[in-house]
């Protein structure tokens, strides 16, 4: 993936209808590209962001980024199949290696892959990249999906 290259799909508000999260605790502001078993988003990070200390962005800052973007990955299943969205919870975090914080200014950009599709657990892996394409953040994310009753 090529940072500079990546075209906006859609951004701000217009993901909300795919994600339950909302301000002040929405940690993605793009979505750059979507495919069967992966999407892209991207985020600004800004002073007013809740998950910033001390002009950086903490490591729950990226793990919840992570997150947020398989969301956006279940959201946009979701909805293009005419079903609600669900609210998903983390069930598990495997193999965190955080490797660098982006500091207030910054953009990042993270992917994640759906791995495996239970019946009400997703298992994605994710990465987080700075705009020099290198890999800042990764992990496995294991997800209950609630059904609805």
């Known amino acids: 993936m090529k940072a500079m290259k990546m075209q906006i799909i859609k951004k701000d508000e217009e993901l909300y209808q795919y994600l339950p999260q909302r301000p002040p605790f929405v940690m993605v502001d793009k ?3 979507k495919g069967a078993s992966y999407v ?3 985020l600004e990070v800004k002073d007013s962001n809740i998950l910033v200390e001390n002009g950086v962005f903490n490591e729950g800052g990226l793990v919840e980024n992570i997150a947020q973007t398989a ?3 279940a959201g ?3 909805i293009d199949a005419g079903q609600e969205v669900p609210v ?3 069930a598990g975090i495997k193999k965190l290696k955080i490797k ?3 500091l207030v200014g910054e953009e990042i950009y993270t992917r994640t892959t759906l791995t495996h599709d239970f019946s009400n657990i997703q298992v994605v892996e994710g990465a987080v990249f700075n705009m020099k394409d290198e890999c800042i953040a990764e992990c496995e994310l294991r997800i ?3 059904q609805e009753s």
């Open 100 to 102: 660098a914080q982006p």
């Open 71 to 73: 969301a956006l990955y």
């Open 88 to 90: 998903g919870y983390i």
């Open 40 to 42: 892209v988003s991207g």
């Open 31 to 33: 979505l750059y590209e």
């Open 76 to 78: 946009t299943k979701f």
């Open 144 to 146: 209950f999906i609630k």
